[in-house]
């Protein structure tokens, strides 16, 4: 053994002379799986972040040496003494942190004893530099929380503590499990968060909080976490940690509970008997599990209905007496995760649809052609939607179906309703038999927007937290052959956080009617979309390869006719080099149409991402082309004899260009803020786009691209300039590319109708019907002004010629070789 291992771990293990293991193997197993507190320097912010369960794996050999693997991004080598007698581990070594510094570390663990493994069984430690404090590689003591799984003996259930779960008010009816398959079904169902709710009378950590804690700072968020489970004797060991909202749970000791639990075959009921962790203020050699006073039962409610569509109910309560230190009132917990419940039997029971017949009698539908409406089974009957009041944007929800009929819909890794024997097909009501009436239940959130303020008369939307969702239940009818899905819904009035009471639920509150426009896409659609995306490929890919030609022809054009170079516009050519520069440092997606639904499919094209490659090389030819072309042109300036005036005549051309296209952008931003203000703005509960100021600009940007040639124009009138210094296949070549995405994005909009929407809301975007006529028509009028001046002169624009004073014509005068 090293000396330096016998140096720093003489403290910890007495020394003594190393007998030869009667262990093969650690009498614990060789993986042991807990968790850590510290470590924030090893892993860095972002992965902190991401890491949140703060989970350590810990690797331990009988042979000199031991492999020590964290998610701290920690790997380490050690080697050391176990003390079979006192439990104590101490090793030393070294290994690789975060950003692959070198570290040398000791570890300390303590009551790693050779016994039976029950609920109390903990190992503590820590793991420590031994480097100098003013050193890199130093870092703070981490601390360490194992809990070794192997030969675990339960022993919490029983005779007394089963007497303990008594029932207490309306008893819900529940599911069972089977036993053979007791832990595959289980676990998948209890881990996740769960709301936390008191009684009305508790308003602070005052006989309330499990956990204790300070003065009004309640929990209301509860973890499981499975450690352990045995399917034989259907028993459970699990953590339950408790928290304040964060989505992802980081491990705490003064504010989780080791629990131990069993199934109750006649209850159809999870117990659970949790303990605290004590000796914190100690030191982590005193740490241990105790205190198992708190009781916990978990039940999957059989039916559900619109007053509550829980996947999982439960209690939490202490066995102590009132006025005992750690007393708390009995609380409720309700999981309402989306994730389907993995046991068949749950039913749904309906009792507002009497109200609905009445409320939305059924009307016959037009008989239309090719109009198609979801299957009622389909994972299209899903939708996110934009929420407005009085065409004003304030909010936005989505709608997920909970029933079709009375059966729970269930849903697989593919979003898709499962076909498979497992699962069981809805029945038929006495409304779906050959009317194509079903019964359906939902369940529906609604985030109301930041900055959105909305008065009394909008009280469905009021939270008294403004980043808290509403939420409502609602069920009705949907008839599959008009389209129509009417419902009635209800939200509960009381806080989340409290029991519900007979009161909570409200089905008259009044408020201001809600316009609700759905984002959805049918499969069909998206995948017609995806071919619409390769066929934007394809054109943009020809586009910008004729770019590369048109330009290349016009530099050959300026080969033969150098004298017409300085007569080119800088502005023109500026324009069109930032314009190629521009896809070179935006996101590929900024190439297409503004269609925002399109560029969401074009995430998970690999055909896109593969050919974005070649797109950004031939995207490089064309800027490199169009900046040789610039670079020309301002060359051929500076030797021009006559470069004063052509300067003069570029700066007119800014001063009229420049409050232009100022005011552009002005009408552009105005048109963004009033958006804004209204609150255009949409949002998805998959996806969150905002049509902000950054797309607004570059919609305008390309309305100036489009309009390329105006600055052209502005030159030969100024200069009143005669001669081909623009070739015919450049303005009229480049001109084309530029209409191209416009005759295209009519094309589709005259052709595939159902899609047309897509654009109804994009004020700011100039591809629209309107804008998709006018701008090729104004690109095409501009290239026909640039081949009249260049032919007869650049005044040929007026009615009437006009030369004003110091205005000359400039032509290509034939030059006279000598003999």
Request: with cysteine; hydrophobic share 40%.
């Amino acid at each position: 053994m090293a000396q330096n291992t016998v140096d720093h771990c003489a403290s910890v293990v007495p020394n003594s002379t190393p007998n030869e293991s009667k262990f093969k193997d650690f009498p614990h197993g060789q993986f042991q799986v807990g968790y850590y507190l510290g470590g924030d320097k090893l892993v860095g912010a972002d992965t902190f972040k991401k890491l949140r369960q703060k989970q350590v794996t810990l690797r331990i050999n009988m042979k000199p040496i031991s492999l020590v693997y964290t998610k701290l991004e920690l790997l380490c080598y050690l080697d050391g003494f176990w003390s079979e007698s006192s439990g104590k581990l101490c090793m030393v070594g070294s290994g690789t942190g975060y950003s692959m510094q070198r570290l040398v570390v000791v570890l300390k663990l303590y009551n790693v004893v050779n016994s039976s493994n029950t609920v109390s069984t903990l190992f503590t430690g820590s793991l420590e530099s031994l480097s100098p404090e003013h050193e890199v590689s130093y870092f703070e003591p981490i601390s360490l929380f194992i809990f070794p799984r192997m030969g675990y003996e339960y022993g919490l259930d029983t005779k007394e503590a089963k007497n303990e779960y008594s029932d207490e008010g309306e008893v819900v009816p529940s599911l069972s499990i089977n036993p053979v398959s007791f832990c595959s079904n289980i676990f998948p169902m209890i881990n996740g968060k769960y709301d936390l709710q008191y009684q009305s009378e508790c308003n602070s950590a005052k006989n309330c909080s499990p956990i204790g804690g300070e003065a009004n700072q309640l929990p209301y968020i509860v973890f499981l976490k499975e450690l352990v489970c045995l399917d034989i004797k259907q028993r459970v060991r699990v953590l339950i940690g408790f928290g304040n909202g964060d989505a992802r749970w980081s491990f705490n000791p003064n504010a989780t509970l080791v629990g131990e639990g069993w199934w109750d075959e006649q209850k159809n009921q999870l117990c659970i008997v949790g303990c605290r962790f004590l000796g914190m203020e100690e030191s982590m050699a005193s740490v241990h599990v105790g205190d198992c006073s708190t009781r916990m039962c978990l039940r999957f409610p059989k039916i559900w209905s619109i007053k509550d569509a829980s996947r999982i109910v439960g209690q939490i309560w202490s066995n102590k007496t009132v006025g005992d230190s750690g007393y708390f009132r009995r609380m409720v917990l309700r999981k309402f995760e989306d994730k389907r419940v993995e046991i068949s039997g749950t039913k749904y029971e309906y009792s507002q649809l009497d109200k609905i017949r009445k409320m939305c009698p059924r009307q016959e539908s037009l008989k239309s052609e090719g109009i198609r409406y979801p299957d009622v089974y389909s994972s299209e009957m899903r939708f996110d939607m934009s929420v407005r009041i009085s065409k004003r944007r304030v909010a936005w929800g989505y709608s997920v179906p909970l029933a079709v009929n009375d059966q729970i819909q269930q849903l697989n890794l593919d979003d898709t309703f499962p076909s498979n024997s497992s699962y069981t097909l809805p029945s038929i009501s006495p409304n779906s038999s050959s009317t194509d009436l079903y019964n359906v239940s939902y369940k529906i959130s609604i985030n109301l927007l930041p900055n959105v303020k909305l008065g009394e008369e909008n009280s469905m939307l009021n939270t008294n937290v403004t980043d808290e969702p509403v939420n409502v239940l609602a069920e009705g009818i949907y008839d599959a052959k008009a389209g129509t899905l009417c419902m009635i819904g209800c939200r509960n009035l009381g806080s989340k956080n409290q029991i519900p009471s007979s009161n909570s639920l409200d089905y008259p509150l009044y408020f201001k009617q809600l316009d609700v426009i759905s984002t959805a896409f049918y499969t069909a659609e998206a995948s017609q979309i995806l071919k619409k995306v390769d066929m934007e490929v394809i054109m943009i890919l020809v586009c910008t390869t004729l770019a590369c030609v048109f330009v290349g022809l016009q530099l050959y054009h300026l080969k033969t006719n150098p004298d017409m170079l300085p007569f080119i516009s800088f502005f023109m050519l500026l324009i069109l080099t930032l314009g190629n520069m521009v896809p070179l440092v935006l996101n590929f997606e900024a190439l297409f149409a503004q269609s925002h639904d399109k560029k969401n499919i074009l995430l998970g094209n690999e055909w896109l991402e593969v050919n974005e490659i070649a797109l950004r090389l031939i995207v490089m030819v064309a800027f490199l082309l169009q900046l040789r072309l610039l670079q020309l042109t301002r060359s051929a300036r500076k030797s021009d004899t006559k470069q004063k005036d052509l300067w003069m005549a570029e700066k007119k051309v800014l001063y009229v260009i420049f409050p232009l296209y100022a005011a552009g952008f002005l009408i552009a931003l105005l048109v963004h803020k009033n958006n804004t203000l209204h609150g255009d703005v949409v949002y998805s509960s998959s996806l969150s786009l905002q049509h902000s100021f950054w797309e607004d600009l570059k919609s305008y940007s390309g309305l100036v691209l489009d309009g390329f040639l105006l600055p052209q124009i502005l030159l030969n009138l100024f200069m009143n300039s005669k001669g081909n210094a623009l070739s015919c296949s450049f303005y009229f070549g480049i001109s084309f590319i530029r209409l191209i995405p416009h005759a295209y994005d009519l094309f589709e909009a005259l052709v595939y109708v159902d899609v047309s929407s897509l654009y109804e809301d994009e004020i700011a975007d100039y591809y629209s019907t309107a804008w998709d006529i006018i701008i090729p028509l104004v690109s095409l009028l501009l290239a026909v002004i640039i081949h009249l001046q260049q032919r007869f002169g650049g005044c040929i624009i007026f009615p009437w010629r006009i030369k004003a004073k110091g205005m000359e014509e400039y032509e290509k005068v034939p030059v006279v070789s000598e003999p």
